[in-house]
Nanobody, 114 residues
Framework: QVRLVESGGGLVQAGGSLRLSCAAS????????MAWYRQAPGKQRELVAQ???????NYEDSVKGRFTISRDNAKNTLYLQMNSLKPEDTAIYYC????????WGQGTQVTVSS
């Protein structure tokens, strides 16, 4: 069964850090480009970072220099290290392929207080 399970969210003060994880199963994770998305209340889901199967990365402008996407293919796990968090980073964070081709997980809530 193809599955994505996000974890690691929480409540943090502005300037703080969190590390999100996404456990993938049921498909050949190492072959897939992967991405992190977020959806803030009342807004559309947006892609914030992506990584190729060769670990080449790309970021949305608002998170460049603060967020780092990485992957551990031996563990079938995708990560998002988030530093210097801002209140506007508050959202539910999801992982998926850059085309959103896999069934969406439940996401993990990140709340940044000012």
């Amino acid at each position: 069964q193809v599955r994505l399970v996000e974890s690691g969210g929480g409540l943090v003060q502005a300037g703080g850090s969190l590390r999100l994880s996404c456990a993938a199963s049921g498909f050949s994770f190492r072959l897939y480009f992967m991405a992190w998305y977020r959806q803030a209340p009342g807004k559309q889901r947006e892609l914030v970072a992506q990584i190729t199967s060769a670990s080449i990365t790309n970021y949305e402008d608002s998170v460049k220099g603060r967020f780092t996407i990485s992957r551990d293919n031996a563990k079938n796990t995708l990560y998002l290290q988030m530093n210097s968090l801002k209140p506007e980073d508050t959202a539910i964070y999801y992982c998926n392929t850059p085309s959103g081709s896999i069934s969406w997980g439940q996401g993990t809530q990140v709340t940044v207080s000012s």
